[in-house]
């Protein structure tokens, strides 16, 4: 069965530094990965999806099927940053829709 | 359209009452999910619908639970003789292809 472990429950950063939400995964077949964020009082909303290979509000994520891992960086943290985010795996099932799994979610905190 | 939208979003109700939720999808998205949250956790699987066929549901979704989707528009979910364990977020997500949008959640308190 598909899993997703997020490590970390919760994580704060300083404005200005480097931000890395850890993603582990484990599935035997071609995984499908995304990160979701919600931030404050707002529904869940998709940030990337590793195939779309894009930089959303300065984050990337690359699949390392190796280490089975699909973590979240930026560069540069930004107070607005700061909200609750979920990695998920798609898996196509038989019948033809992607059936999302969750991590337990990270909060990131960024501090002023 | 703005999105996808839950009524009611919150609802409080005693051990052993029905309750129903509703969901209006994005319109033209033919794929309508259900997922419950619990506190600390993400949301799961509950079940899938493409158009009006439910074809797939979790071994979480009892007996006491039904999903419907009249028509391929909107969905209902139902919980019958509701039990304090159901107290949840219960989220409901559309999409036309991939990626899914979801709702604001609908939260339950079983009293």
């Known amino acids: 069965a598909q899993r997703v472990t997020q490590p970390e429950k919760l994580l704060s950063v300083f404005k200005g530094a480097p931000v890395e939400l850890k993603c582990n995964y484990s599935?035997?077949?071609?995984?499908?990965l995304f990160w979701y964020v919600q931030y404050s009082r707002q529904r869940l909303q998709l940030l990337l999806r590793h195939i779309s290979r894009e930089s959303i509000k300065g984050f990337t994520a690359d699949l390392n099927k190796g280490e089975t891992s699909f973590h979240l960086k930026k560069p540069f943290a930004q107070e607005e940053d700061s909200a609750m985010y979920y990695c998920a795996l798609s898996i196509l099932t038989n019948f033809g829709n992607e059936k999302l799994t969750f991590g337990t979610g990270t909060r990131l905190t960024i501090i002023p | 359209d703005t999105g996808v939208s839950q009524n009611p979003r919150h609802k409080i109700t005693k051990r052993g009452q029905n309750v129903t939720f509703r969901c209006d999808p994005i319109?033209?998205?033919?794929?309508l999910y259900w997922y419950r949250q619990t506190l600390g956790q993400g949301p799961e699987f509950l079940t899938y619908f493409q158009n009006e066929a439910q074809l797939e549901k979790s071994r979480l979704l009892s007996d006491r639970f039904s999903a419907e989707r009249p028509k391929g528009s909107f969905s209902t979910l139902e919980i019958q003789r509701t039990e304090q364990g159901d107290s949840a977020m219960y989220l409901c997500?559309?999409?036309?292809?991939?990626?899914?949008?979801f709702g604001p959640g609908t939260r339950l308190l079983v009293l």
């Open positions: 997500a559309s999409s036309f292809v991939s990626t899914q949008y």
């Open positions: 599935y035997s077949g071609s995984p499908e």
């Open positions: 319109s033209e998205h033919n794929r």
